[in-house]
Each structure stands twice: as C-alpha cells, then as structure tokens.
C-alpha cells in the first residue's frame, strides 16, 4: 500500500526524496553565509550551529534541554490526546452532549496559548503541572475536532451491524466506530503531536531553566544567534520523530483493524 502511495517508489527512494529539500536548503544556507551575503549575526553558517551544538554537549546541557523538552511534549500529548478523545467520542456521538459542550470547546479552543500561562502559573505555580497542562490544552482541540466531526459520519449500517452482535458503548466505539474513522483519528493524533511542541516554548517560558523553550529565550537574550537556530532545527527533527512514531502505530493499527 505505501509503495502504490508513493508511486511505486521503494523506501529507500522515499528517503532519499524526503532528504533532497532539506540537502538543498542546507546547501543554500552554507552558500550564502560563506559567501557573506547575510551578516553572521543576522544568520550564522551551519558550521557555527554546529560549533554551538557541540559546545553545549560538552558542557553536558544538550541532552538535558532535548530530554526534558520531549519529556515534557509526550506526557502533555498523552493526556491531551487521551482527553480530547474522550470528548470527542462524547460529541461526536451524542446529540446531547454537542449541544451542550461544542459552542463552549469552540470558544475556549480560540484561546491564543500565551493567553494561559498566566493563570496557568496561578492556579498550578511554576513546576511541571502548568507547563505540561499547557501542551495537554494544545494536544486536546486536534483529536477532539477530528473525531467530534469523524464519528459524526460513520456509516450507520456499521453501527447497525455491531448492535446485531450484541456491541454498545465502549465496545462498539473501540470495535466498530474508531476503526471506521483510522484516518482521521491518526490525523488528528498527528496534528496534536505537532500542536505540542508549539505549546512547548510557551509553556518553557513559565519560569523554566531546561528544554529547548528555555534555550531559544535564553539565547535570544544573550544574543547568540547560533544557538537559537540549532533549538529550532532540533524541534524539526524531533517533531519529525515523533510523528514517525505516530506512522508506526497507524500501520500496527491498520493491521489490527483491517
């Protein structure tokens, strides 16, 4: 199926497609910063992000700020995802509780995420509770959408087959209705995912002294230009990550449920 995708091209062609921008790009950034053309300290040459990657594992730091701020996506997601859900399938599925839940979710998720961190830090002070909150907020309005409107048009002839073999509630949702909507359920998984990690440096500027958030705030301050492109090209590629994880358990998934 994911050769036919891709039209015909086999994985290591996908690679190396999936590669060929990013290569390009790189080989851009390294022309026009040794050609001079930008100023280093409007944008520094990949050789100097890298200097100041290597700096930072030798100080020992990198690895804290990347583990701490992944830790910190996964459990948000986890919960986020888990919540939104949950009240999707609620809305989603019953008459009575879009009514009652949709217009006010609606307003809430028009909340700019920078809008919660000061009462977050009231209500929740400046440990991991608030900052982990924050990215469950951003992890919940994605899967909550996507299934909310999903579950809305299954087909009601696979409903109807599950009642036959005695399913309802939880068990015809697990069995039957999630199942019908896997590609937007995992669409929505990865919309969350990556809304984490924007909600990232939003929740590291709540009085936070580990992470990648921290170390953009930090280097803005101090001025190292170097250091603020080397946090921002490891949220690509961590984001990249996991949403690879993410395709992982929706081919575990298809295989399950298909």
């Not at 036919?4 to 921008?21: D, K, P, T, Y």
């Not at 459990?75 to 989603?92: I, T």
């Not at 469950?136 to 002839?157: K, Q």
């Amino acid at each position: 199926m994911a050769d036919r995708r891709a039209g015909g091209v086999g994985r290591a062609g996908r690679v190396a497609l999936g590669l060929l921008v990013p290569v390009v790009l790189l080989a851009v950034w390294w022309g026009a910063t040794s050609a001079g053309l930008v100023p280093p300290y409007q944008l520094p040459g990949p050789v100097a992000v890298w200097d100041a990657a290597v700096d930072l594992v030798q100080r020992g730091q990198l690895w804290h700020h990347v583990a701490i701020s992944t830790q910190r996506v996964l459990v948000g997601f986890a919960l986020g995802a888990a919540a939104g859900l949950a009240v999707g399938s609620l809305v989603g599925l019953s008459k009575l509780g879009d009514l009652l839940l949709a217009p006010t979710l609606g307003a809430i998720r028009a909340v700019p995420s920078l809008a919660w961190v000061p009462l977050l830090i009231l209500w929740l002070k400046i440990g991991e509770e608030s900052k982990i909150t924050l990215i469950a907020i951003g992890a919940f309005f994605p899967v909550y959408t996507t299934i909310a409107a999903a579950l809305r048009h299954v087909d009601p002839h696979l409903v109807e087959a599950g009642r036959a073999f005695g399913l309802r509630g939880l068990r015809l949702l697990t069995t039957v209705q999630l199942p019908a909507v896997l590609p937007s359920l995992v669409a929505g998984l990865r919309l969350a995912l990556a809304q984490s990690w924007l909600f990232l440096v939003a929740a590291e500027l709540i009085a936070s002294s580990m992470g990648l958030g921290f170390l953009l705030n930090d280097s803005q301050q101090n001025g190292r230009v170097d250091r603020i492109l080397l946090a921002i090209v490891l949220l690509a590629v961590l984001g990249k990550l996991t949403d690879a994880l993410i395709g992982l358990a929706e081919r575990r998934l298809l295989r399950r449920w298909t």
